[in-house]
């Protein structure tokens, strides 16, 4: 049954009215109008729905919206703060880490998950990190690239030129 | 008016936008833009300045017959706009699907018409803005859009400079054109931007001898790296794909599938899906779909329809008995290439050696599933759609739901994924049915499971070679059979006396009763299959004659391209010669795909107890002849490298019968993280041929590379794909 939902999203606090049942994901792209959140499995098996719920990446497709009441919501549209990229976002770009797009909000939210337990994370680590986010495009090398940059930028080092 | 003016006119009248002009209905936003564009233009006497311009004999090849519709247009306002304030769009029936079109084109553009890569932009995709397009496969962007593309840049740059010429009253030999402006040679200060001619008018002045394009040696922004352009706005997730695109009003649909292929539905229930809050059933034709303002609520609703299904027969047929089923049941032959005398060829020969290759249907797979989302206003039918031929979409419209293709328009927005198998649009039919069905806009989005189902497979295939070696080394006869993958780069191109290449069918679609499902392309379609036999075959004889794989090859080819690309490929790895196996992991692989030589060098490691494969390093040596963007290219490379571990080592569907038994990642494995090996790709400079494909190339080596290191690694050779763990295992010599 529909009910009043609230939680912060993307810093604002929202109130919808909806089915807490409902799949995050749905709510946020239908009710919410938020489209950077992309459907591609809807059994939380590839990683493309990926946002952060108190800052801890979750899959939107397996949660229930009444999961996330009273908490904080980040999808892709809140990623970059003030016009200014994260640097994860910045890395991407700079090393071409994407063909489609389709999987790149999950892939840069799953990142920021990978880097935020682990902020000194190894090559291998942010592949053990990655490993259930599917591409199809085979951006995978520079996908690794982008956020081994972006681990550096957080932790204030200098960055390797991209590839 | 002359000749030119009148096919101007009649090509006018062929596309939507142009009759739209013509008859001065009223626009929307977009086509008035567009009309603007196109009318109003500036109609200045020519005398041409023919020292200035050559003849363009290709021209005529270029554009083909002429015929009213489903052409490109002669007339350069059909590929660019210059605005007055110098923002140039290119126009493209080509669509992106992450391959870097609008990268790669704009460079072109920019390049062609001596404007800063900055002020270029491109539209793609959109039938009512964009120039006719077939569709985007074939890794024909670059080789078969780009000339016509760039000529028509070349064309609107000689206009500019004769009416600047008559705007400074200076000769035209006296101007040159650099950053989006004419200039006078020696005196620069005296100057006019192209906008400031234009005045974002279409330019109507054209040449009726074409000037030449740009040398390569001239080039100051092709051929330079470019990072992709629409980086931002996929990192933001402000790029919008067809189901992120809403209308007031719409409703999202779910369609009612069979549970197997071949099952014919008898009768839907659907009582209860209609009484819930907020569903519309529509039932029309045996469409069966359910409506709702969201798309989770749809497919609620969809599982309260109680259908029945007439099943079709038991079927023996799976993954493991359906080559020889193929093989059966396809008879339609050709003889795509054949020399010498086949049957005396292998008479004299006293090492034949016949092997018989095996491969699975692949899933497409795009992150993106299938959408489009229709709107009919009045008697004007707009689809947006995830598809790789928008045109095809359009035409495909008017004939299945009845709209006159002038009265059909298909927008793609950005595409997540292709591959080949959004050349299949039935969700476009769907969407657009329902829509006039139920007087809102309807969006129809497949889920995974959907996307696998009505996936068009690439298909399971069976190969039969023999072939045969001398004393020395040297092939003698080479007798191929490609049954179900189809005839792309099935044609050998070593140098052997006695030869014959048959491919049944020439396509990768069978008759009625072969594949229990749809098959179609995919990504470099039958050439993956048939480069995995060619190479493997080619492998097992070098072994046979005791010779290191590579010198094998070179031995025994001729063709110059392939040879240089080949050596490329030693070289810059350091290949050190062995006969195989040699226990190193190392394999090579070599081959020709839209244009484009490949030859690649791979590094494996098996583990013997479990029959798992680690690829550890990949060397590809490409010639596509001039490249646009070195950047692109690489990543198309990589993005080939990866995709082709897939196919190679775990993508196979399973089945029973019509029945689909992978439907979700869970159980069909495509690529991941921990499977990423070091990826180089080096790019042969070869300047004096035209640019060639790059989406594709790549990816055919990926089976006979890998199936060759494996042989290297541990004498096991595999002759079915794909190479998973346990076929791995099954083949390895006993201890």
């Not at chain 2, 990423?676 to 006979?704: C, F, R, S, T």
Request: charged share 25%.
């Amino acid at each position: 049954m529909p009910e009043k939902l609230s939680f912060t999203l993307n810093g604002q606090p929202v109130s919808v009215e909806v089915d807490g049942d409902r799949k995050l994901l749905w709510v946020l792209r239908t009710d919410l109008a938020l489209t950077g959140t992309k459907y591609s499995c809807g059994k939380g098996l590839c990683g493309t729905c990926t946002v952060l719920v108190d800052n801890v990446p979750q899959r939107s497709c397996m949660l229930r919206a009444g999961s996330v009441r009273g908490k904080e919501v980040t999808t892709i549209e809140g990623f970059e703060k003030d016009g200014e990229l994260h640097p994860l976002q910045k890395a991407f770009i700079d090393h071409d880490a994407l063909q489609c797009g389709f999987c790149t909000p999950g892939m840069i939210l799953t990142a920021h998950g990978v880097l935020r337990r682990n902020p000194a994370a190894t090559r291998e680590q942010i592949v053990q990190g990655m490993e259930r986010n599917l591409c199809r495009c085979g951006a995978h090398p520079r996908i690794l690239d982008a956020i081994e940059q972006a681990r550096d930028t957080l932790a204030g080092k200098p960055t390797a030129p991209a590839r | 008016m002359n000749d030119y003016e009148k096919l101007s006119l009649e090509i006018l009248r062929s596309t939507p936008a142009g009759a739209a002009m013509l008859a001065d209905r009223p626009a929307s936003p977009e086509r008035r833009r567009f009309l603007q564009m196109l009318s109003g233009g500036l109609l200045i006497g020519v005398t041409l300045n023919t020292s200035l311009l050559r003849a363009d004999a290709e021209e005529a090849a270029t554009v083909g017959p002429r015929r009213p519709r489903n052409e490109l247009p002669k007339d350069f306002n059909a590929f660019l706009h210059i605005a007055e304030d110098g923002k140039i769009t290119g126009y493209t029936g080509k669509i992106e699907m992450g391959q870097g079109i609008n990268t790669s084109l704009a460079q072109m553009l920019a390049e062609e018409l001596d404007a800063p890569y900055d002020t270029v932009r491109m539209v793609a995709g959109d039938t009512d803005l964009c120039p006719w397009d077939a569709g985007t496969w074939g890794s024909m962007t670059t080789r078969f859009f780009g000339p016509p593309f760039r000529a028509a840049a070349a064309e609107a740059k000689a206009v500019l400079v004769l009416l600047a010429a008559e705007a400074l009253g200076v000769p035209a030999d006296q101007l040159i054109t650099r950053d989006g402006a004419v200039l006078v040679r020696g005196d620069e200060s005296r100057r006019v931007a192209y906008g400031a001619l234009t005045k974002g008018q279409r330019i109507e002045r054209h040449l009726e001898v074409k000037p030449t394009l740009k040398d390569v040696a001239a080039f100051k922004i092709v051929g330079k790296p470019q990072l992709r352009r629409d980086a931002r706005d996929k990192v933001t997730g402000r790029a919008h794909y067809t189901g992120d695109v809403r209308l007031p009003g719409m409703l999202y649909a779910k369609v009612l599938r069979p549970p197997v292929h071949g099952a014919k539905l008898t009768s839907a229930d659907t009582t209860r899906a209609k009484a819930a809050a907020g569903v519309r059933v529509i039932e029309q034709d045996g469409l069966v779909a359910v409506l709702h303002a969201t798309p989770d609520g749809a497919e609620e609703a969809l599982a309260l329809v109680k259908a029945q299904w007439e099943l079709p027969p038991a079927s023996t047929l799976t993954e493991d008995t359906i080559h020889d089923h193929l093989d059966a049941t396809i008879k339609d032959a050709k003889v795509v290439d054949s020399g010498g005398d086949l049957a005396a060829g292998r008479a004299a020969t006293k090492r034949v050696i016949e092997t018989t290759f095996l491969d699975g249907y692949v899933a497409h797979v795009c992150m993106e599933t299938h959408a489009a989302l229709a709107q009919i206003e009045g008697d004007k039918l707009t689809v947006w759609a995830s598809t790789q031929n928008p045109f095809g979409v359009r035409d495909m419209l008017a004939r299945t739901v009845g709209f006159p293709p002038e009265k059909v328009r298909v927008i793609t927005p950005f595409v997540g994924g292709g591959f080949g198998g959004k050349t299949s649009n039935g969700q476009c039919a769907e969407a657009a049915r329902l829509a006039r069905a139920a007087g809102v806009p309807v969006q129809v989005m497949r889920s995974r499971e959907e996307e696998f189902f009505l996936d068009t497979f690439r298909p399971a295939a069976k190969i039969k070679i023999a072939s045969g070696i001398d004393d020395a080394g040297a092939m003698t006869f080479w007798d191929y059979e490609v049954i179900a993958a189809g005839e792309r780069g099935s044609a050998q191109f070593y140098s052997v006396p006695h030869h014959r290449t048959v491919a049944r069918p020439s396509g990768w679609t069978g008759p009625a009763g072969s594949h229990p499902f749809a098959t179609g392309a995919w990504r470099a379609p039958a050439n993956n299959t048939n480069t995995f036999a060619r190479e493997s075959q080619i492998d097992i004889m070098a072994a046979a004659a005791g010779m290191d794989p590579i010198e094998f090859r070179l031995k025994n080819m001729t063709d110059a391209r392939m040879l240089r690309t080949l050596r490329a490929a030693a070289d810059a790895w350091g290949w050190k010669p062995a006969p195989a196996p040699s226990r190193r992991g190392l394999g090579v692989a070599c081959g020709a795909d839209a244009g484009t030589y490949v030859a690649a060098i791979a590094e494996v490691e098996v583990d013997k107890a479990t029959g798992a494969v680690k690829v550890k390093r990949v060397l590809v040596a490409q010639d596509m002849g001039v490249v646009i963007n070195p950047q692109g290219t690489l990543i198309q490379l990589e993005g080939c490298v990866m995709m082709g571990l897939g196919y190679a080592l775990s993508e196979e569907m399973h089945f029973k019968g019509g029945e689909i038994l992978d439907t979700n990642f869970n159980r069909y494995a495509i690529p991941r993280f921990s499977q990423v090996p070091k990826i180089e790709g080096v790019l042969l400079d070869h300047n004096d041929l035209p640019p060639q494909g790059g989406g594709e190339p790549a990816i055919i080596l990926m089976g006979g590379l890998i199936a060759n290191a494996i042989h290297d690694a541990t004498g096991a050779r595999l002759l079915r794909m794909p190479m998973t763990p346990a076929r791995v295992k099954a083949a390895l010599p006993r201890a």
